[in-house]
């Protein structure tokens, strides 16, 4: 079955450090990736996406590639803020697995972020 | 605006009492699902509907129920049957595509805190 596999946490910056968040994943099909964002007590938000192999999602200073090769996406920012201190949520689609209008998500565990000032 | 609500923020149990949390959204989306989120955890598929009075069971279905009467509503009950009912509970939908099949995002609500007294 499909999986998705995150770096586990939690993760502790200070500001305008790199971060990466690693997330591999494994499916059947050509799944669809995404970064989920949940901020304390909050839903989930979404901060990036990637359809095909090679994909670039980008959102907020946040990039992602979908690397077929290594069926991995991981999360990457140049300089984290103290505002993206979150949970960040790797999730894959399965084109395969998709009921009429309805399509499932698998997510990752998740990863706390925190960024110190 | 556009969004999904769900209600209430936050909702106590008693042992053998059955409780319904409210998820309503204003999208026009086909497609609605129910998750629950453990602490550490990613988030697991209660069920899911694609269409009004349709609904499927996901991954972790015993000892919840839903309906689908209205496409805008999508009520969760969380029944006695559920013995470790004490999470996270959010509602998410999607759009149908142009070709009749599901969209890929899904977009969350801000999530019901279940406990239980």
């Known amino acids: 079955g499909n999986s998705v596999t995150q770096m586990e946490g939690p993760v502790t910056l200070s500001e305008e450090a790199f971060l990466t968040i690693n997330c591999t994943y494994t499916a059947t099909g050509y799944p669809s990736l995404f970064w989920y964002v949940q901020y304390p007590g909050e839903g989930l938000q979404l901060l990036l996406k990637?359809?095909?192999?090679?994909d670039k999602g980008s959102n907020k200073g946040f990039e992602a590639t979908y690397r077929k090769e290594t069926t991995s996406f991981h999360l990457e920012k140049g300089s984290v803020q103290v505002s993206d201190s979150a949970v960040y949520f790797c999730?894959?689609?399965?084109?395969?697995?998709?009921?009429?209008?309805?399509?499932?998500?698998?997510f990752g565990s998740g990863t706390q972020l925190t960024v110190l000032p | 605006d556009g969004g999904i609500t769900q209600s209430p923020k936050y909702l106590f149990r008693k042992e053998g009492q059955n409780v319904t949390l409210s998820c309503e959204q204003n999208l026009n989306h086909d497609a609605m699902y129910w998750y629950r989120q453990d602490p550490g955890q990613g988030l697991r598929l209660i069920y899911y509907?694609?269409?009004?009075?349709?609904?499927q069971k996901g991954d972790i279905a015993e000892g919840y129920s839903v309906s689908r009467e209205k496409k805008e509503s999508f009520p969760l009950t969380v029944t006695s049957a559920q013995k470790n009912p004490t999470a996270f509970y959010l509602c998410?939908?999607?759009?149908?595509?142009?070709?009749?099949?599901?969209?890929?995002?899904?977009?969350f609500g801000p999530g019901t805190r279940l406990l239980v007294l």
């Open positions: 999730a894959l689609s399965d084109p395969l697995i998709s009921s009429g209008s309805a399509r499932q998500l698998t």
């Open positions: 990637a359809t095909k192999a090679d």
């Open positions: 509907s694609q269409i009004v009075n349709d609904f």
């Open positions: 998410a939908s999607s759009a149908r595509g142009t070709s009749g099949r599901g969209q890929e995002t899904q977009y």
